[in-house]
């Protein structure tokens, strides 16, 4: 019903940046939040930023200052710009929406991920 394209990961060298895109599909009534999650080796999945629809943005603490996420209402698209990457943001990124379908329910979809690495 719904699907989450994402795009925009690779390696990176430290400081460098990296733009991701996620892009929502489908039976799609209003979306309420967008965001991403990331997963390194060994750790738990955690949220590193989210836009709300009224365009409230939160951030994970050690990314404040060098990440910005934004949105695109009208292509139902997020985007996470990173800059001054380091290698602690190595991790596999996930977007992630809560949002409501034409039926009315309302529940959250993840995308398949992409791999970020920064390395030199």
């Known amino acids: 019903q719904v699907q989450l394209v994402e795009s925009g990961g690779g390696l990176v060298q430290p400081g460098g940046s990296l733009r991701l895109s996620c892009a929502a599909s489908?039976?799609?009534?209003?979306?309420?939040?967008m965001g991403w999650y990331r997963q390194a080796p060994g750790k738990q999945r955690e949220l590193v930023a989210a836009i709300t629809s009224a365009g409230s943005t939160t951030f994970e603490d050690s990314v404040k200052g060098r990440f910005t996420i934004s949105r695109d209402a009208a292509k139902n698209t997020v985007y996470l710009q990173m800059n001054s990457l380091k290698a602690e943001d190595t991790a596999v990124y996930y977007c992630?929406?809560?949002?409501?379908?034409?039926?009315?329910?309302?529940?959250?979809?993840w995308g398949q991920g992409t791999q970020v690495t920064v390395s030199s």
């Open positions: 489908g039976n799609i009534f209003r979306i309420n939040t």
């Open positions: 992630n929406t809560v949002l409501t379908i034409t039926d009315g329910t309302r529940r959250g979809y």
